[in-house]
């Protein structure tokens, strides 16, 4: 096969890798924001649960959670589609990730301007809002980036739950052709395709941010 015919059968699982990419990012952003906004307000037993949750999420092995969601539910009679499971445990588990950044970026932000905020009437919400968290979230976008493209090669483990993703097509290709070496140096440049472009996404909003703050 030539390159062009490999990278096109890798590339008719692209439509799986980019539903679970966009489906996990629904889970990832508002648990991350959620749940870094809470662990840095919270205190006693409420931080406990809530770094507790971020825990599991975050040091749980992705592989072992799609095989518990996927496998282990419906012994309790809870069934969920495989895109479901795919999305959400991959995008929780990058959310919790990302929930680190959030509550850093919170930290890091000077006392000062939230005592400024309060000082001049408004409420600790609204200083949230309109002060601490644009910051937070121009200082977190790099980190975002990064989380966003271990999403997207995390999809490939979505091919473990009857996903037909790039790397199932990849497998599948492999075991046809019986040249593994070709199909995988393949499925490598496909998702180098689709993650530079990204980081460079992730380069232009960084710069636009600097750019941004020095105004």
Not at 4 to 16: A, K, N, P
Not at 28 to 38: H, K, R, S, T, W
Not at 62 to 80: E, K, M, N, Q, T
Not at 146 to 175: C, F, H
């Amino acid at each position: 096969m030539t390159l062009f015919e490999i990278l096109s059968s890798i590339y008719e699982g692209l439509g799986v890798t980019v539903t679970i990419t966009a489906l996990g990012l629904l889970y990832a952003i508002p648990f991350a924001l959620l749940a870094g906004v809470l662990q840095h307000f919270s205190t006693g037993t409420a931080r406990w649960f809530i770094t507790a949750v971020i825990e599991f999420w975050r040091s749980s092995p992705a592989i072992v959670l799609l095989y518990a969601f996927y496998y282990s539910l419906p012994a309790f009679d809870i069934y969920l589609s495989a895109t479901t499971v795919g999305a959400m445990v991959l995008g929780l588990n990058a959310g919790a990730y990302s929930s680190q950044s959030v509550r850093a970026a919170l930290q890091a932000i000077s006392r000062g301007q939230c005592e400024a905020g309060l000082a001049l009437g408004l409420r600790r919400f609204t200083v949230l809002r309109l002060i601490e968290l644009p910051q937070a979230i121009s200082a977190m976008i790099p980190t975002f980036i990064n989380d966003a493209i271990q999403l997207i090669k995390g999809t490939s483990l979505v091919s473990l739950i009857t996903l037909t993703d790039m790397t199932y097509r990849a497998k599948q290709i492999a075991q046809l052709s019986y040249d593994p070496s070709g199909i995988y140096s393949g499925l490598l440049l496909s998702y180098l395709i689709i993650c530079y472009p990204v980081t460079i996404l992730g380069r232009y909003l960084e710069k636009s941010q600097e750019k941004k703050r020095l105004r």
